[in-house]
């Protein structure tokens, strides 16, 4: 059950500062004048302010005796009143209270929460219900409508029994829908999922919530098994798509969570309902993985294709000096003095009889110019040929232009695929034996790569067009590029997520005209096409002409041997630093990080995030204490059994039920921000920061190798998966995923930002190489978002002018290209639908960048977005060159990243730093635990920080602001991770106090 805290119910705090009491509750003149008229006595004038004050506040009544002293004795300081509290609840009782709050009401225009209220706030709580799940969300609702139509709020316990009740409403009515849509038969293939096979002792509802196997030929070949047996499981239900994506969403996640003989314990309704779902998810993500492993695949036959090449041509080497040292003797022939005669047979002297040899191997040379790896290609593909035609026979594949070319050229090999002869014909000859007869075309080949060319058609020239193709080559073609085009979205696959057709997930033309002028008041940008390229023009040309006038006096930046180069400036720590960071040591607190997690807990509650995921109350004992020995468990990577034996209070089973059952991604998330928005009100993390910039880095787990996200990654070594995090400029981590080592990791740059909620909202990201692309800075730059990564060799980019014409005086030879403006115009419609759709929530951003991560003549979006990029990372290199200060900034914001991936690491000490399952949505929520873990300890070493500081300024230590902004909140050495442990809930913590000084006096003042 939710608690008010959890919503936006208005409640008093308990601390308030004096800014704050002076805000909110001082009287004004005209409420002291109110209050005059309708009250006698000082004690009911007292009564009357107080009760209109935090009327005004909460929007609803609150006893005398609930109210906190500080706002009390503010209001009667500020009429000029004694406090009296001894008549505070001789006044909740008076029939004056009753009176007051009629004239209150009136005075703020509110009406009385009554039966129109009621039907109301029901009728806002049911229409909610239809596309949300949660108490919160409903009460959040109606508490909106409430107030817009001034209604005062009734107590939360209503509002609470009243979303319970929608809630079951609608749930009911969906369960219904679903069962009146089966037929007998159908049900019956249902129940059938909980019934235990005779062969294997195992239910198929066990199987169906398996995880794919990791990406080689046999996974695949078992994959398209699953895929079948899915197929012939799965119920398209019209029904179904009825119900919104985020009721669905969360009738499959309760369903993951129980086993078959729950499930055959639920009523009918509902265990249709959460079995039908649940198929219809795992289709839609088998054929996700199938087309994730069919990339991968395909990817690897040509790693291996390449690694041949590299060898054929050591292996050739000989060969080729033979080749060499031939010409050079035809040359040396040819300029022997002589008519032509004697230099032909000059020149025949050294050929002699081998003319027919050298031919052939000059033609074998040229097979693989360009370094061509494809004719080896077949070589490889051979062993993958049955299972890839297999998979094409199941894949739903579709294109997502109206250029079918290529879903021809796969209909055509499948049709091809029996016969023997190694070529097909590839026209159809018509009115034969006549004067008019002529060759038809079967196929469009334009979309064949030039290296593949020769191969498929056996011709050097695009001209005539081929007669026929040579079938193995012209398969691995298609099968090559089938992969291309999935990874751009030019093709699709019916009813799958990730690679699905992106194009009917934006928002529609109408929506968009509708909000595109709006949004670009926001984000203060242009929405017109050529107004919006005279923007970005104007901004890139004043960015290259004031770094070109600046560039002679600017004396850390100097070319080198034509290179320009920048140098490092040397960090200088602050005088007294390590003298501080000695007496912070000395007094720092020895703790057990259990006890950590329960003083945060203390503190914040951010365990009310966690509760089952069927959205029904807990039925637990002790749930909080459970809740913290289970995010200890899987934060620290210590896995059940050894948490049970080093904290006795629970056993094995208990911390895996509550990990499966009671928390999932979105809870972690939420507890997170519990404590990021709690730490956003320390006033030492603003030395730090401003919370306006973000950093972003990965860091390799350590996983097996039997699922998709382990990967070998060169860059990290070994195998694993890679955790992606936003850590804020205040140190504090506000977002992280977990996601395949081979993945470009810029692609997930922008859904950290995007999807935070907290109370600090960066707009400003870093990053190393790897955070950055042009496509990135592009959609950046339309979001809102200002990137400014780290980037290797940055002097190999290539920077791009303004106009063609445009020169400069200094760095003039950087530039090498030019904007093309015309493209961006033409595009910025279809940019900013991208763009709004993903403030939308539509599509995430993940998702558009994957697909703008790949190369395709198809699609004009990618091209726009890269030009629009090109533009975007001149004018910030352009920047970087001139700015040393900005370099600084960024500097420091990368490596406050790098220095939590280590914090982070420190945490995760058990299992020898690997994470044991194989699962894929339980790594991610291994990473998510882990990441909350590392923000309880971070918002706890503040508080002690805070704490410290605080006593040596009262000590008389001098304390000066930019010492303190070269700590850092990522101490481990009071710390203690092994040993038993208990889970002492009766600690008490000292309170906080947030706006604690932690500078000294004078240096506060400066």
Known sequence: MPSSQETAYPRLKSSLSAKELAAIYTPSPEELMLSGQVTRSQASRLGFLVLLKTFQRLGYAVPMADVPVTITRHIAMAAGLPPRPDAWSAYDASTSRKRHLTVIRQYLNLQVFGQTARQRMNEVMADAARTKHDLVDLINVSIEELVRQRFELPAFSTLLKASRQARNQVTQALYQQVVSSLIQEERRQVNQLFEAEAATHTTPWQRLKQDSGRSTLTHLQVLIDRLKWLSSLRLEKAVLQSIPDSKRRHFAAEAQTLGASEMKELPVGKRYTLAITLLNQQYARVLDDLAEMFIKQIQHLHHRSKAALAQYRVEQQPNTDGLIATLRDLVLAYQTEGDIPQRFAAISTVVGEHSQALLDQCEAHLTYQGNNHFPLFQKFYKSHRATLFRLLELLPLRSSTQDDSLIEAVAFIQSQRAGRSSWVATVKKEVTGTSEEQAVPLLDLSWIEGKWWFLVTGQRHRTPYPSQVHRRHFEACVFSQVRLELKSGDLYIEGSDAYGDYYSQLITWEDYQASVADYGQLVNLPVEGQAFVNHVQQWLELQTQTTDQAFPANTEVEYKKDRLVIHRRKPQPPKGLAKLKALVSERLTPVNLLDVLTDTELWLHWTRS??????????????????????????????????????????????????????????????????????????????????????????????????????????????????????????????????????????????????????????????????????????????????????????????????????????????????????????????????????AGKITASTILRKLGTNSSKNKLYQAFQELGYAIRTGFLLRYIHDADLRTVIQTATNKSESFNGFLKWLAFGGEGVIATNDRDEQRKLVKYNHLVANCLIFYNVFELSRILHELIQEGVKIEPETIAALSPYWTQHINRFGRYSLDMDRCPPPIDFGIPVVSQKSSNQ
């Open 610 to 839: 966690f509760k089952p995921i069927s959205g029904y109350d807990a039925k637990l004992k002790q749930p909080t204490a459970r809740y913290l020995a289970t995010t200890f468990c899987y934060g620290c990577n210590i896995g059940p059994s050894q948490t049970a034996r080093s904290l006795s209070e629970f056993d094995r089973r208990q911390l895996a039920d509550i990990h499966h059952r009671h928390i999932d991604d979105l809870k972690l998330h939420s507890a997170i921000e519990v404590v990021i928005n709690a730490y956003n009100r320390f006033a030492l993390p603003a030395h730090w920061g401003t919370g306006k910039h973000a950093s972003v880095d990965g860091t390799q787990w350590d996983v097996y190798e039997q699922n998709l996200l382990a990967e070998y990654h060169i860059r990290y070594g070994g195998y694993g998966g890679i955790g992606y995090y936003h850590v804020s400029d205040t140190y504090i981590a506000l977002f992280s995923h977990f996601i395949p080592c081979g993945v470009f990791e810029a692609v997930y740059l922008l859904d950290g930002l995007l999807k935070n909620t907290s109370n600090i909202q960066p707009d400003i990201i870093h990053g190393d190489t790897h955070a950055q692309s042009t496509t990135v800075f592009g959609l950046s730059y339309l979001l809102g978002i200002t990137l400014m990564p780290r980037i290797r060799s940055w002097q190999d980019l290539k920077f791009y002018r303004s106009e063609p014409t445009t020169r400069c005086t200094h760095i003039d030879n950087l530039f090498s290209d030019s904007v093309n403006w015309n493209l961006i115009k033409t595009h910025l419609p279809d940019m900013l639908r991208v763009t709004l759709s993903i403030k």
